[in-house]
């Protein structure tokens, strides 16, 4: 079964330009999740969809900060414009629809965003 | 106060000795628990979930949970070099809430 695939995995871009992450979950799976990890910090959630809806965006900076995710598979997150203090690794999570198995995220190998 | 605390680190034990990572939590209507590894560089993965209280093992890891005192513990045993990585704890609220980690716990087992 592949996992959740993200690109990409670098990237280096300056104070106010945009950024876009790309985020195919597992097949099969609805809920999609985008996290922002910082050095040293545990992932904090910045949207939850289930399917193609937002379930939870309550810690989206969203001056800043949006994601879609139009046909309910893959998704979207962007950054326009960006801050130094959004450097940071991004992290692409799916799970399994409710009530299979355990509630667990899988996680993608995340891009790690680098702001000069 | 945050939301999820774990013990400072980073934590240092010798290989085969156990390994004890602690982590408290502020709600009280939690109900799921979660021990994420995360090795340098890597996303995490899940190693324990536990949402009653007691004890649950798998293996070398074993998950403890108390709800009256708000606090879940992962120890793991006969601990490995191969085990040297970050834990993460994570709670969840109710089915389908979000997630909240802890900051996380270095470990690192010397041979």
């Known amino acids: 079964e592949a996992g959740v695939a993200q690109s990409p995995r670098y990237k280096i871009i300056e104070k106010r330009q945009s950024v876009a992450f790309w985020c195919n979950p597992i097949?099969?799976?609805?809920?999609l999740y985008w996290y922002q990890q910082i050095l040293g910090q545990g992932p904090k959630l910045l949207i939850q969809?289930?399917?193609?809806?937002?379930?939870?965006d309550s810690q989206l900076p969203k001056d800043r900060f949006s994601a879609e995710r139009l046909k309910g598979v893959d998704s979207t997150l962007k950054i326009q414009p960006a801050k130094l203090e959004d450097s940071a690794v991004y992290l692409c999570?799916?799970?399994?629809?409710?009530?299979?198995?355990?509630?667990?995220?899988?996680f993608g190998p995340g891009t790690r965003l680098t702001v000069l | 106060q945050k939301e999820v605390e774990q013990n400072s680190g980073p934590l240092s034990v010798p290989e085969g000795a156990i390994a004890s990572l602690n982590c408290t939590y502020s709600?009280?209507?939690?109900?799921?628990f979660f021990w994420y590894r995360q090795y340098s560089g890597k996303s995490p993965e899940l190693i324990m979930s536990?949402?009653?209280?007691g004890d649950k093992e798998d293996g070398r890891f074993t998950a403890q949970l108390n709800k009256a005192s708000q606090y879940v513990s992962l120890l793991i045993r006969d601990s490995q070099p191969s085990d040297s990585a970050t834990y993460l704890c994570?709670?969840?609220?109710?089915?389908?809430?979000?997630?909240?980690f802890g900051e996380g716990t270095q470990l690192t087992v010397n041979p």
């Open positions: 999570a799916s799970s399994p629809p409710a009530g299979l198995a355990i509630n667990e995220q899988f």
């Open positions: 097949s099969g799976h609805a809920t």
């Open positions: 969809f289930q399917n193609n809806g937002v379930v939870d």
């Open positions: 709600d009280r209507v939690s109900q799921s």
């Open positions: 536990i949402y009653s209280n």
């Open positions: 994570a709670v969840k609220e109710t089915s389908g809430s979000r997630l909240t």
